[in-house]
């Protein structure tokens, strides 16, 4: 069984940084894509970064763009999602999760694994 635990969240001013990390067990994991989705209070949850479990294509939320980054280690099964130049708007749960697939999919129902979630809050 899949199992992912997520860290690194917490209070930020707006344009600080945080990373997030996503350990993973349970399989291996290749074959499989990765994500990153939050959800704000009275929002649905929204897909903000993937990619495959080789690091040869990555997506991103057009919003976070050119701010986050994913990565995946597979030496130590962690997804990190640094965050930079954050702001009020990143304010949410974030979650990490996975499923095997060719393409990084941004459904929350494509995904069959998830993590409890890391609360990240963006405010002066």
């Known amino acids: 069984q899949v199992h992912l635990v997520e860290s690194g969240g917490g209070l930020m001013q707006p344009g600080g940084s945080l990373r997030l990390s996503c350990a993973a067990s349970g399989a291996i994991f290749r074959g499989y894509v990765m994500g990153w989705f939050r959800q704000a209070p009275g929002r649905e949850r929204e897909f903000v970064a993937g990619?495959?479990?080789?690091?040869?294509?990555?997506d991103y939320l057009d919003s976070v763009k050119g701010r986050f980054t994913i990565s995946w280690d597979n030496a130590k099964n962690t997804m990190y999602l640094q965050m930079n130049n954050l702001k009020p708007e990143d304010t949410a749960v974030y979650y990490c999760t996975t499923t095997v697939g060719q393409r990084i999919y941004r459904n929350p129902p494509a995904y069959a694994y998830w993590g409890q979630g890391t609360q990240v809050t963006v405010a002066s």
């Open positions: 990619i495959k479990w080789n690091g040869d294509r990555s």
